[in-house]
Each structure stands twice: as structure tokens, then as C-alpha cells.
């Protein structure tokens, strides 16, 4: 199990993603989606064991291990992609608001807090992932250069930037609305 979870490529081989925190673990659990395998810190595996192997910020206390093909037929790729974001409160709010306002993929757009295109003018009827990074680095330079566009969400002026989990909620709004 540890090999698995320290190897995305192997777990890719194997057809295996995994979950972190007890939010996400349960969201699934309450899906109907089965684990291949769950641990839990302290007492299926020592907490230092799940603080190595995460990419979260602070370690959870339980992670999972799940079968790609045992996700619900109709599942698409998240909307949104997430750039280092690691507060659990956050990515839990995302996951969340991603699952009310659909699914959409194809272009990926930056959302960076000044420099590009007001979010209300980009194009409804396309599908787009928006590209978030954590609240204080954003997103650097060459992630950006890797979306199609940039946009921008107005903000009065003198205000710095959103909480995360906000900015994706009003991106996948207006994407929303304007459909």
C-alpha cells in the first residue's frame, strides 16, 4: 500500500487514485464508491506514514486508496484545477461547489487575481477548467503559460485578491449563468 501511495505513475498503471481527509473519504463512502483500501492515522498506520505520502498542507487522518472504474458512470473531470491549494477547508468547499455546478473540461483558464480578461467575458458555451492557485503564491508564470487565457475576477479597487474556494465558486457561477 505504501508503494502506492508514494507513486502516482504506478498508482496510474494500476488504475488507482487517492483520496485525503475525512470529508473527501466520506463523500465518497456516502456516494456508494467502495475503497480498495482506507487508513486511518494511529490506527491503521502511523500518522508519520500519511504526513509523508500527503500533498496537503496538514497531514490528514485518514486517506484512500480507490479504483478508478468504480466511480460512478457520467463522472467527468473536476471543473477546476487546483494549484497547490492544500487547506483542507478549502479544497473540501471546492470539491463541493465543483459538484453543484457541473462539470465542465476542455480549455483551462487561469483565474489570476489582476492582468486578465473580467471572468464575465469569456465564452459560456465552451467547456473550461479554471486553473486555481494557492491564495498567497497564486499561480506561477509557467503554469499560466501552460492555460489557453487568463481571466480575472473584477474586485473593488485596493482589494488584493479572493479566498481560493470563493473565486472558484463565483468562476464556476458565472460559467453557470451564462449558459
Known sequence: MHRLLESRRQREKEGLFVVEGEDLVQAADDAGVDPVEVLRA??????????????????????????????????????????????????????????????????????????????????????????????????????VAACDETATIPLAEGSESLNVAVAGAIALYEHRRGR
Open 42 to 143: 494511529g490506527d491503521d498506520v502511523e500518522p508519520e506514514l500519511l504526513a509523508r505520502v500527503s500533498t496537503m498542507g496538514h497531514p490528514p487522518r485518514v486517506m484512500a486508496l480507490f479504483r478508478l472504474d468504480s466511480l460512478p458512470r457520467g463522472v467527468e473531470p473536476v471543473s477546476l484545477s487546483l494549484w497547490r491549494v492544500g487547506d483542507p477547508g478549502n479544497v473540501g468547499t471546492i470539491l463541493r461547489t465543483a459538484d453543484a455546478f457541473g462539470e465542465p473540461s476542455g480549455k483551462r483558464v487561469a483565474l489570476v487575481s489582476h492582468g486578465g480578461q473580467p471572468l464575465a467575458r469569456l465564452d459560456p458555451g465552451v467547456p473550461v477548467t479554471y486553473v486555481l492557485g494557492a491564495e498567497r503564491e497564486g499561480l506561477p508564470d509557467d503554469v
